[in-house]
């Protein structure tokens, strides 16, 4: 049993929408944060009313400094200081480096890698204080081995590695914890979007072979929550159906 908070940033997404389940069915309250516009929060927040869950939510772009200092204000507002921090926003744009324009490049980064700063930020503080915290961040298989059309992908969710290993040794003697989970293919609209033809592909170099599923990252984030797993800290857990390992 646990009273912990845990704010979840792409909570609305398909694999943080398992991430908010999961820490949810284990008595986490849960605050998703989700990007106006794009998703429609309020909608997603009523469809898992109806299926029992009594998530809060708080707009804010992560991507924007201002924007996710706002975003976590209203979360603290709803559901308290923040114990849990899974950075779980993130987009691709994909294009062969000789063909990419500066602004796929730079909204991945942002997106993907300035928000684990812009969020992480806001909490960081009050972790310490209270002697408790733990980040876990949302990186990638492709941050670990690279991959063709992805290079500003690839340098974001590597770089959220680099950010959780020096976050660890920084934050380690104030109780908080930071890991990042690196997730091979999951299968959620971030992948559908890929199209038949190159999903079968990737799924063949899958020794598993399939993709995986969103409660197979949840149940580590869950895992890596909990008050006694206070002793894992700066590792970068790979779950990919065996297709990187290293
Ligand atoms: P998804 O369904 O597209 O979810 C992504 C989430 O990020 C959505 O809630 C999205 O909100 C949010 N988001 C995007 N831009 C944002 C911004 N500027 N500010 C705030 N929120 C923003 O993707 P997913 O497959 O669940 O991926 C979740 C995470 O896992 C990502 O970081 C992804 O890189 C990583 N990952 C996924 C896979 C995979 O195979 N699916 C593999 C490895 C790693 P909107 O819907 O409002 O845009």
């Given at each position: ?128 204080n ?27 969710k ?12 920084e ?16 299968a959620?609209?971030m ?18 072979g ?37």
């Amino acid at each position: 049993m646990t009273s912990r908070v845990a704010l979840v940033t792409g909570g609305t997404g398909g694999i943080g929408t398992e991430i908010c389940k999961t820490l949810a069915n284990n008595d986490y309250r849960v605050v998703a944060s989700w990007l106006s516009g794009v998703d429609d929060g309020e909608a997603w927040q009523a469809k898992l009313k109806e299926e029992g869950y009594d998530f809060a939510i708080a707009e804010g772009d992560v991507s924007d400094f201002e924007s996710a200092a706002a975003m976590v204000k209203k979360a603290e507002t709803k559901v308290g200081p923040i114990d849990i921090l899974v950075n779980c926003a993130g987009i691709t744009k994909d294009s062969f480096m000789h063909k990419m324009k500066h602004d796929q490049w730079d909204a991945v980064l942002r997106v993907n890698l300035d928000s684990v700063f812009n969020v992480t930020r806001q909490v960081i503080m009050g972790m310490r204080n209270r002697g408790f915290g733990r980040i876990i961040n949302i990186s990638s298989v492709n941050g670990q081995k690279g991959q063709i059309g992805q290079a500003n992908y690839s340098a974001a969710k590597a770089g959220m590695h680099g950010f959780t290993m020096a976050l660890a040794q920084e934050s380690a003697k104030k109780g908080i914890t930071v890991n990042t989970i690196s997730p091979g293919y999951i299968a959620t609209s971030m992948v559908a979007e890929m199209g038949e033809k190159i999903v079968n592909k990737m799924i063949e170099q899958i020794p598993v072979g399939r993709l995986g599923q969103p409660e197979e990252i949840a149940r580590v984030v869950e895992f890596l929550a909990a008050d006694e797993s206070g002793f894992i800290t700066g590792a970068n857990i790979a779950i990919n159906g065996g297709m990187h390992m290293g």
